[in-house]
């Protein structure tokens, strides 16, 4: 291959699904010269699986995203079909949003901005090499010999690394979505050092609307009111189309028992590992025999297109059996497919490779996000690209790096976890691995995250201070609740007997009166005659607020704690085979993945409390020999 | 893990020598914690008084009895031994006062010092040098090794298989909960508020049974009391030291020489046995031996295991008989001692149908067998408290009383109809404490849970 000089960047981003994406807005915004790669022009930002943004967990990922300055949640805003906040029976912390995507025009939407952005340069090139100099990234070469010169590379090479397409007993090599797979870049990995795991992960069939018998499957609405994503917003127009539930049944069971031994990952085709909470339908039927049926939803792709996304019918059987075991679903029984369900393996790096600022330990201003360290998920990705982004710009700058701890977002949670534990299987952002969830709720996403965002130059001065203007009128609401006290008057107590909680028989503040769990403040409103001037966005943040009040300082004094630890930093030259009392695995663990700080230290899996406390007493004993030697 | 700004307490005088012990507390809180507990006559304030100086009054629990009368002494920072604020309290009633009193510290804010941990701090705020700090690590490991052996090891397994039964309760309960908040959109039903109550409900109680059995793990805790006896010099105290490794009774040829009865803990593969070494049984002219000789008689009736000495080199003497006759129904292993100058038949006929052993405490003959005849004791006059999980540890009491204070708030949530966010706060509060008693608690294990248990995804 014959190699040419195209050109010098500051930063090239490898990829430009929804990583890609964000590391090159963030890059570009902070004044680098950014170069965006992709296979193909038309799947930028392309979703090749559910037709939804957000969910558990992925929500609070999303409003983070915005809250830093990322365009996750205004592109969704722009494009989706119907908007519900999920689990609010459940307590404000695990409110989640998700919205359903026009995929086509998320795609497009995308684009345009992409395009229209300064300092952003984007290219359809497939990259099949880097450029490494001592040890540091150089540059970027591409597989028509282009050679862009750069500073920073970052790598969101999503699923495309050696992408294999298996149907049943059908295999090839291919990326999702029919598009080509990248099969140099990961050779050229390995050449460099990193350990390449193999993953799988699947989707399931698209069929036509046309095919579907509707009136036998239930229609399921978003919320009449929908909630914006993204911060900026103060509303969003109303979209509301349905998605709609059915059933398979024992016929649909027997169809797939029938065809097990048809199955890629019974006969042992499949080599890399799956994730646990997107089995693929015949995976369902034989863990779960005696289950009489199992949901599926349909879901529409967009509004322009006749195709639809069947959740819950992920398979890697044959296209045969696949048609056969959905018309035997109520409502299904003249189906017919337009894509195939297919299962996909991949190549990943192995990110405990990575430093918690997702550059490579192995290449400096190498980074790396998204689906090639090992997660799963549009959202999942598009934090860490997001996270890339800002991180590559700050090592070209010399600065320190952004590095979000496990107490300040879902986003550190995500990156901790992976960097810290590795993953077996493609790793899912669930609120149940975020110890401090009551703080971080997706409602308090900007007040937490928005100074980060501009401190590091992604977010303008305006919306912060907006920001700290809304912190401001919630803590005065707060203060001011504090003093409007209700008699005990009939009109009161019918009111709080009504609710099912206890009539009062002495004054009572609203706010001593809003702990309780059955009043809100629509009910006591008539009782406070001063909040007609009061924000109505602000009442459920001040609600809540009070409600969880004194949770919530629980959890601050936990985070203070655990904060003790992660503000301890490590050295980066400290050679763990020479600390006094570090049992040998702990030493081979921390000289392998050298942690940041001491927090992290101690989450690494083989490092034991007593490991944590002989590298105390070493770190104490060195600075004091430092402070000796001054 | 290490947090270097909350408050820490220990007993940091050696268990069991004289009659006081220390309970050091050292930390930001060290004050305010001794002053919740500590009543002064006249009802002077702990806070209010001067930097090293030293009070007299009482140990008050939450319920207003008086646990031990004591001096209390208050050092502040920085010129202590960790560099910290430090109390230390000297508590005079025995230990197990001392137990309760140090129980009764940890519940009002402190928390248990781990190995070594004060040494560490003081390290860490530059009081000592780098020499001594070399220390620390060996200590920590030291005592790993210990919790590793096997007698420990097997009441630990009882423990930790029941709080595993109960952690495992508490994970099914979490997994159910949280499958809900994960995937609303699935037809998976949320659990509801009687099944929380329900569930709830018998976390606590079985947390409260084993709560319960902290009373009955006495014998584990205070020691298997075990007294030596015999005339005078037939090499007691010498037993005593041998069993000890240390010269730590005094010995002498002069019969009649130790006086008092020194306690002394030993540690037999893991198990605390508390060693009584009284003097002589002999009728006394001496009115001091004489006291000596009917607390020895004393502490033969109180001790769950005598071992009766005599000198295996001369045939038994009308004192020995005497003594024989006092210990006749009593638990005895008898051993004959002095080996190293010889063994007489007629010594060796006396004992044929008893549970005897030849020793040497001066050529340590045998002690690895005499220490393997106590373990068996132990074991066997136990069997019921080592085959039930017992509680034996303060800080094993300590997670308990946490885990059962975060299951009764969970109860109180679910009944004042809080949201299930809250509560599940208060659950994982309870799993993490019994986690920390059996090994971390893990975020992971509820995502296998989670999954191996419903059927879900794309």
Redesign the interface.
């Known amino acids: 291959m014959e190699i040419f000089e195209a050109g010098n960047y500051d930063i090239v981003v490898i990829g430009a699904g929804h990583a890609g994406v964000e590391a090159a807005l963030a890059a570009a915004r902070k004044g680098k010269k950014t170069l965006l790669l992709t296979l193909h022009l038309d799947a930028l930002a392309m979703m090749p699986c559910n037709p939804s943004i957000g969910g558990t967990g992925k929500g609070h990922l999303v409003r983070e995203i915005d809250a830093l300055g990322g365009e996750m949640g205004k592109n969704i805003d722009k494009t989706y079909i119907q908007n519900k906040m999920l689990n609010t029976a459940k307590g404000a912390a695990v409110h989640s949003l998700r919205a359903q995507a026009d995929k086509e025009k998320y795609r497009v939407e995308m684009k345009k901005v992409i395009e229209k952005t300064p300092n952003l340069e984007l290219k359809q090139q497939q990259a099949v090499s880097l450029v490494v100099e001592d040890g540091t990234v150089k540059g970027v070469i591409t597989q028509t010999g282009a050679k862009y010169d750069c500073k920073a590379v970052i790598i969101c090479s999503g699923t495309y690394l050696k992408g294999k397409i298996i149907i049943g007993t059908t295999s090839y090599e291919g990326g999702p979505g029919g598009l080509l797979p990248a099969n140099y870049l990961s050779e050229d990995l390995k050449k460099h050092g990193f350990d390449i795991i193999r993953l799988k992960t699947g989707t399931p069939a698209r069929v036509n609307k046309r095919s579907i018998d509707f009136s036998k499957l239930s229609p399921q609405y978003g919320d009449a009111v929908p909630t914006p994503f993204s911060f900026d917003n103060e509303e969003v127009e109303v979209r509301n189309v349905p998605c709609y539930l059915g059933y398979t049944n024992e016929k649909t069971h027997e169809v797939i028992r029938q065809n097990l031994h048809r199955s890629p990952l019974y006969s042992g085709m499949i080599e890399g590992v799956g994730p646990r909470y997107c089995p693929s339908f015949e995976d369902k039927v034989v863990r779960f025999a005696d289950k009489e049926r199992h949901q599926l939803f349909v879901e529409p792709e967009g509004l322009d297109t006749d195709e639809v996304y069947i959740q819950g019918m992920s398979s890697s059987l044959p296209e045969d059996v696949q048609l056969k075991f959905m018309r035997t679903i109520e409502g299904f029984e003249n189906v017919e497919i337009m894509r195939s369900a297919y299962a996909i393996e991949y190549d990943a790096i192995d990110p405990t490779q990575l430093k918690l600022s997702l550059e490579t330990r192995l290449v400096k201003g190498l980074f790396t996000a998204g689906q090639i360290n090992g997660t799963s998920g549009y959202e999942e990705a598009a934090a860490q690209g997001l996270i890339a982004g800002i991180n590559a710009s700050c090592y070209i700058d010399g600065t320190d790096p952004l590095i979000l701890d496990r107490s300040t977002s879902y986003i550190g949670v995500l990156i901790d976890d992976i960097v810290t534990k590795g993953t077996k299987e493609p790793y899912r952002i669930m609120t149940s691995r975020v110890e401090y969830r009551l703080y971080l709720r997706q409602d308090n996403a900007d007040r937490r995250l928005t100074r980060l965002g501009y401190e590091y130059g992604l977010v303008s001065k305006e919306k912060y201070e907006r920001v700290l203007k809304k912190e401001e009128d919630i803590n005065s609401q707060i203060e001011r609740l504090k003093t409007v006290k209700i008699p005990p008057t009939k009109e009161v107590n019918e009111i709080i007997s009504s609710r099912g909680t206890s009539p009062i028989s002495g004054t009572m503040s609203i706010y001593d009166l809003l702990k309780r769990p059955q009043l809100d403040y629509s009910c006591l409103r008539d009782f406070d005659p001063e909040g007609g001037n009061m924000d109505e966005k602000l009442i459920p943040l001040v609600e809540i607020e009070i409600k969880y009040e004194e949770y919530i300082k629980k959890q601050y004094a936990q985070i203070e704690k655990f904060r003790q630890m992660e503000t301890r930093l490590l050295p980066e030259d400290i050679d763990y085979a020479t600390v006094p009392n570090l049992r040998l695995e702990a030493r081979d663990k921390l000289n392998r993945q050298r942690p940041h700080n001491l927090g992290q230290a101690g989450r690494i899996s083989g490092v034991s409390p007593s490991d944590i406390s002989a590298l105390v007493v070493h770190l104490a004993k060195s600075q004091r020999e430092d402070k000796n030697e001054d | ?6 408050t820490i307490a220990a007993i940091s005088t050696p268990t069991g020598y004289g009659g006081i012990s220390i309970i050091r507390v050292s930390g930001v809180d060290a004050f305010e914690v001794v002053n919740k507990i500590f009543r002064r006559p006249g009802g002077k304030n702990f806070l209010e008084q001067g930097k090293n100086t030293i009070h007299y009054g009482h140990i008050i629990d939450e319920e207003g009895n008086i646990l031990d009368e004591v001096l209390v002494s208050k050092m502040p920072a920085p010129h202590t031994f960790t560099a910290e604020d430090v109390a230390e309290i000297n508590c005079h009633g025995g230990i197990v006062a001392v137990r309760r009193v140090l129980e009764l510290v940890t519940r009002m804010g402190a928390r248990l010092a ?1 190995p ?1 941990e004060f040494t ?1 701090r003081a ?2 705020n ?1 009081r000592i040098d ?1 020499s001594q ?2 220390a ?3 200590v ?2 030291a005592k ?1 090794n210990l919790a590793a052996n096997a007698a420990i090891g097997q009441l630990t397994g009882v423990l930790s298989e029941k709080i595993n039964e109960i952690k495992q309760k508490i994970l099914t309960l ?1 997994s159910n909960v ?1 499958v ?8 998976i039903e949320d659990v509801t508020n009687e099944e929380l109550l329900d569930s709830l409900r018998e976390i606590k109680h079985d947390i409260e049974k084993l709560l319960k059995t902290y009373k009955q793990g006495e014998i584990l805790r205070e020691g298997l009391k075990v007294a030596i006896c015999g005339k005078p010099n037939v090499g007691k105290s010498m037993m005593l030291n041998a069993l000890l490794n240390e010269e730590k009774a005094i010995v002498t040829d002069i019969a009649g020489t130790t006086r008092d009865i020194v306690d002394e803990y030993i540690s037999l593969s893991g198990l605390p046995v508390r060693i009584i070494d009284t003097a002589g049984i002999r009728e006394a002219g001496d009115i001091v031996e004489r006291i000596g000789i009917d607390r020895s008689i004393k502490a033969a009736n109180e001790a769950d295991l005598v071992l009766f000495l005599c000198d295996a080199s001369n045939p038994l003497d009308e004192e020995d008989e005497k003594i024989l006759e006092i210990l006749k129904d009593k638990n005895v292993i008898y051993i004959l001692n002095k080996t190293d100058l010889g063994i007489c038949d007629e010594v060796i006929k006396r004992f044929e149908d008893k549970v005897n052993l030849r020793t040497s405490a001066l050529t340590k003959e045998n002690i690895d067998v005499l220490e393997e005849m106590i373990i068996s004791q132990v074991l066997s006059n136990n069997e019921d408290v080592m085959s039930n999980a017992v509680v034996t540890s303060v800080r094993h009491k300590g997670l308990l009383d946490d885990a059962l204070r975060s299951v009764s708030q969970a109860l109180d949530c679910v009944s ?7 509560i599940q ?1 208060d659950i994982n509060d309870c799993w993490a404490s019994l986690g920390n008693i059996t090994g971390q608690a893990v ?1 992971e294990d ?2 296998d849970e ?2 191996a248990n419903f ?4």
Do not use: H, N
């Open positions: 893990m290490l947090y270097y700004r909350d781990q070594g560490k390290f860490l530059g780098l700090a070399e620390i690590s060996d920590i490991t790993t979490i949280e809900t908040i994960q995937y609303p959109e699935y037809d004042m109809g809080y949201e299930i966010d809250l706060v975020t509820i995502i989670i999954f059927c879900l995804g794309k």
